[in-house]
């Protein structure tokens, strides 16, 4: 199976190509889709739509994992970074693919086994999983590529997480 994990955003996208089988995983690619903040918001957008879609087009994967939003305080960040979502959320089902969704707790369980486990933990135990000798930078890179391992560990329950 490949997975395409997200972590969404509208200056950093995160991404991560994995290939999970036999309880095994394989890197296909990972890295980070930037806009500058100079360009107009839907330049930006645009942006993100054709770098993601042709990812989504050059590995054709089996599904998409992305992480769903949280947000404290500043309303106009989640608003424009939920705006990034849906056009990232529009690459996916344009190329008929399925689209799974995962809290950051739920991701957190999904790799370290502890919902409440720190940034570093994940990451290390990304670092680990996927057997790379180096944390991915930016954290938004890490922080796709623990969606996309959440997503292969999810098993049986996939079907709870599809956004239909």
Not at 50 to 57: G, K, N, R
Not at 73 to 88: C, F, L, P, S
Not at 135 to 151: N, S
Request: glycine share 8%.
């Amino acid at each position: 199976m490949i997975i395409v994990g997200l972590d969404p955003g509208i200056a950093i996208l995160g991404y991560g190509v994995i290939q999970y089988k036999s309880n095994n995983f394989k890197v296909l690619e990972y890295g980070a889709i930037t806009t500058e903040p100079r360009d107009s918001f839907p330049s930006r957008l645009k942006i993100l739509y054709d770098e993601l879609t042709a990812i989504l087009e050059k590995y054709n994967p089996d599904a998409v994992a992305i992480e769903e939003l949280f947000f404290n305080k500043n309303v106009k960040t989640a608003i424009n970074v939920g705006q990034a979502r849906g056009v990232q959320l529009l690459a996916a089902i344009n190329k008929g693919l399925d689209i799974y969704e995962y809290t950051p707790l739920q991701v957190k369980q999904g790799v370290v086994g502890y919902g409440r486990a720190d940034k570093k933990q994940v990451q290390e135990m990304v670092k680990l999983l996927l057997n790379l000798k180096t944390v991915p930078k930016p954290d938004d890179v890490a922080d796709a590529l623990a969606v996309a391992i959440c997503h292969a560990h999810s098993g049986i329950f996939k079907d709870v997480f599809k956004i239909k």
